[in-house]
């Protein structure tokens, strides 16, 4: 992230917010279709309809860059009299329904899961799995407010997490070895193939 000529934060990539997404939504395609071809067991049928459903029917047109945070993690959470935030000390510029996808699945599917990794062991998150939940909850209602468009837009786009989160699992029990840096996020490879057929199972049970 930079500064423009007229003051204006740029992102690294210089190109139209509509085309980006329509492109990465594109990637969500491939990505889909590369776990269907996968070995591993799942409702294959089942998880095609929700995806191809979802993928079409994605908020390209109606979104805006915003500049927000990344990293959601609990740890990052600071309490002031007028509520709790969020401090990132890398936040990027991107659509506001996509972080807020981001927040919704860390807290419901991504930190319980990712307790055993180096990364997230010291927070003990599988012992607040009913507490994360409620906040991913909370967080829903107060971004959706009234509105069934955003509320819509913002479950496509947590399947959409999921869905990729699944992928990049499903490619890391297939990358001989894990380096360093992939153990210390997501852990050993036999947790990294526990947690895909969690995530597998979950992509099957997303409602409609």
Do not use: C, W
Not at 7 to 15: S, W
Not at 121 to 131: D, E, F, P, T, V
Not at 166 to 173: A, E, G, M, P, W
Not at 184 to 201: M, S
Request: net charge neutral; hydrophobic share 35%.
């Amino acid at each position: 992230m930079e500064i423009g000529q007229t003051g204006e934060l740029k992102g690294e990539l210089d190109m139209d917010l509509k085309a980006f997404v329509f492109e990465e939504t594109k990637e969500y395609q491939e990505e889909l279709n590369k776990l269907i071809d996968s070995p591993y067991e799942f409702d294959r049928a089942k998880v095609v309809k929700a995806g191809e459903s979802f993928i079409s029917r994605r908020s390209i047109n109606d979104e805006k860059i915003i500049l927000t945070n990344q990293d959601t993690s609990p740890e990052n959470i600071i309490y002031t009299k007028r509520g709790a935030k969020i401090i990132d000390p890398y936040p990027l510029l991107y659509t506001g329904v996509s972080f807020a996808a981001n927040y919704v699945f860390n807290y419901q599917a991504l930190f319980h899961l990712f307790h055993n990794t180096k990364r997230y062991r010291k927070g003990n998150y599988h012992l607040y799995i009913s507490q994360l939940i409620v906040s991913a909850e909370g967080f829903i209602e107060g971004y959706t407010g009234s509105s069934k468009q955003k509320r819509h837009a913002l479950h496509i786009e947590v399947f959409l997490k999921l869905l990729t989160m699944t992928y990049t699992h499903y490619k890391l029990v297939n990358e001989t070895p894990l380096d360093r840096e992939q153990i210390i996020r997501f852990g050993t490879k036999e947790q990294v193939e526990e947690r895909l057929r969690i995530y597998l199972k979950k992509l099957e049970e997303y409602p409609k």
